[in-house]
């Protein structure tokens, strides 16, 4: 089933139960009143959400109206964990040009993983306020899950059983402060501002064998300001989410309603392009000896959708425009 | 006035507000159900609480009972958004040395900070699960804020003006995988487990002169297994709370709820002793070559309570004991 929340003037927004063509949808409110309080009750709720969903698809749900994707808050407009990995080598690799810092230790075999804020996601329409064009301004499309609770130490396998959605995210960046943050050693905090995602998360069984082995083999197309920018798979991911999840658990238990994501999707092969502007830049670099993709400008747009080969968008479109912040009230 | 949390069964507790010498309680669940709930309707929940308050401090509050710490979760058992500064910079000094790391750039001139997992923190009386004796289980004494919503930009004056209450609590560590942490740029992960909360949190009002600068100006006193371990004052805090609020809200705005730390209270005068193990370990390698004090065992207690001048516990007393994390059921 596809879940999605709509604004309802709460910070945890409406849930409803999205068709799978994201033609139609119905409040399920009276069953669960946002999607976090699902997440806490899904054993009970996901049933019932399950069967509002078949009822949806055989055009008997009651209450269906068209759905409105504009209308969309991120599935989880709020949450208790977020963090994000960067879990294809490849991009990790470039970016470790990029930035000129040292080789991560035992990066090939230990997941590298930031905790992000995850108090303000933004929904996929949703205006994307920046404070200022100077700070290297760039998004990074990726996947992510949305997982149950999850016990100290689970394994990987326990990890991936404890997956309950999947999601398609940007981890907006802000390159100009990601060296500094990451020379202190203490990680990315002003260089991570608010991540937006597509509008619907879905259950796996959604994507058929495109959700193989913990990783969602998709192609993910990125557009910026209307020109192709990528379209580099997911199937590449070098740690599987049930890793990731498993290496977010290992001191610690995880709640419900954690998401975890992917890092930029990135594959080995140019010619897909990139699903940020950092990893096109160190590519230029290493090509022409300097970089010639400048980073987003207010107004700039960005366009992300992962595709099926049969054509289907799953999670619905992200798309987006950066805007000039405004200056708080004194 | 004092507010705590006791246990009810749910993810988020039952809001109770506290007597000032901790002696009495009374719940308030009519009012907010949850200290997350009523950090989100604060400006209309707050003169109600204040208003049982006062009750309860005049003998007239209905339904007072005796507060029991053992019931307490933390204040907020969970929230959107945990950061953690390192503001006392005689503490990161030592650190640096510790760790073996290169100098943090800017590190007088700019906080540095990690976010932390927010979605399971303990009680004050809560055994405190590691999965392994080997990772140098360590205490770290601090104080924090929590804070209303905050925009993005908002000045360090404007910043602490959005502090609604003060917390004491302990940033669990564990010292054999910080520097992999930090080595990888991304920051602490697994270096940091849960984190505990002394039972109550308290309006700043509640610290007369002691809440000064944004900073809490009282002794934390540290006890390991019963021994005397440090005292150090939180006014040597090198940052303002209004300036770490500040910091954390450069890119983004906060939500309602948000908690900001101040750190491990460090003071430069040797004779306080330290709020970590790790800092007299590092004190110890500088006076004798070598450490001399081991990380925590299971089943040792760390005891931390601040106390004013003339004697008060304004927050209580975080009192714990390191236990074996049980495996997760395969």
Aim: proline residues 8%; aromatic residues 8%.
């Amino acid at each position: 089933m596809k879940l999605a929340t709509y604004r309802n003037g709460q910070p945890d927004g409406c849930l409803m139960v999205v068709s799978k063509d994201l033609s139609a949808a119905t409040d399920v409110s009276a069953l669960a009143p946002n999607l976090l309080q699902a997440m806490q009750d899904w054993e009970q709720v996901a049933p019932q959400l399950q069967q509002v969903s078949e009822q949806l698809e055989a055009g008997r749900a009651p209450r269906a109206v068209a759905f409105e994707p504009a209308r969309c808050m991120a599935p989880l407009p709020r949450s208790f964990q977020w963090c994000d990995a960067s879990a294809f080598l490849n991009h990790g690799r470039l970016m470790e040009r990029a930035f000129n810092t040292p080789p991560i230790p035992d990066f090939e075999t230990i997941p590298v993983m930031y905790q992000g804020a995850s108090d303000d996601f933004l929904g996929a329409q949703d205006e994307v306020p920046m404070p200022d064009e100077s700070l290297g301004i760039d998004f990074e499309g990726e996947f992510g899950v949305i997982v149950g609770p999850v016990p100290m130490g689970a394994t990987p396998q326990q990890a991936l059983g404890a997956v309950r959605l999947l999601v398609q995210l940007n981890d907006w960046s802000l390159r100009a402060l990601g060296p500094r943050e990451m020379k202190s050693g203490f990680g990315f905090l002003q260089a991570k501002p608010s991540t937006s995602f597509a509008p619907v998360a879905i259950t796996p069984d959604e994507l058929g064998d495109a959700w193989l082995d913990g990783r969602v083999r998709l192609d993910l197309e990125v557009e910026w300001n209307g020109e192709p920018f990528g379209h580099p798979n997911g199937r590449e991911m070098n740690f599987s989410f049930g890793e990731l999840v498993a290496h977010a658990a290992r001191t610690r238990k995880l709640g419900a309603g954690a998401i975890i994501g992917s890092g930029t999707v990135s594959n080995a092969a140019r010619e897909v392009g990139s699903a940020c502007i950092a990893e096109r830049r160190v590519i230029e670099i290493i090509d022409h000896g300097e970089p010639r993709t400048n980073f987003m400008r207010f107004g700039d747009r960005v366009r992300m959708r992962a595709r099926t080969r049969t054509g289907e968008l799953p999670f619905g479109t992200i798309e987006q425009q950066v805007v000039r912040a405004q200056s708080p009230e004194s």
